[in-house]
């Protein structure tokens, strides 16, 4: 079984695409290879975002907030699907990708835009966490034989839809 590489996107990458990275790279093991970017990226994750995935056991040290243009060169991995989590980016012009990679959108409330107690907004980072906890989990219970191309694309759009 070959390994999907997966790159979420949002504005900032410093909450929601950070936060599906984590998670995929931890659910998601030898299946798929995660990696996050922004369209205007913030340059630090939100601490709220490192604080919820180390309450989890997750090791945040590699994540970085980094522009999608990373992702765009011809050295950059060549992803299979590009996932947008915020409307913003997903109404943006995209960079032409390598490969022409499945895409799709999953929009997701940006926790970081939570306004009020530290409670509140922790809570808003968990609420997201299980969001793209839930997608994930659908994406990964997939069967390898539907990850051929057009198959993905229906199925991952498909999440996106409230699947």
């Known amino acids: 079984m070959r390994t999907l590489n997966v790159l979420f996107l949002c504005t900032g990458n410093s909450a929601r695409s950070i936060l599906a990275e984590a998670l995929a790279n931890h659910l998601g ?53 590009i996932v947008t989590v915020c409307d913003r980016a997903a109404g943006e012009a995209c960079p032409v990708w390598p490969g022409h990679p499945v895409t799709a959108h999953w929009g997701i409330p940006d926790p970081a835009a939570v306004q009020g107690s530290a409670e509140q907004v922790h809570k808003a980072f968990l609420s997201t966490l299980h969001q793209l906890q839930h997608r994930l989990g659908l994406l990964l219970a997939l069967k390898p034989e539907a990850m051929d191309r057009i198959t993905l694309q229906s199925q991952v759009r498909a999440l996106g839809n409230g699947a």
């Open 29 to 81: 093991r030898e299946r798929i290879r995660a990696y996050s970017a922004g369209s205007h990226p913030k340059g630090v994750v939100h601490p709220v975002a490192l604080q919820v995935l180390s309450e989890i056991g997750f090791d945040v040290a590699g994540l970085s907030s980094k522009p999608w243009e990373a992702f765009a060169g011809p050295e950059a991995p060549q992803m299979d699907l």
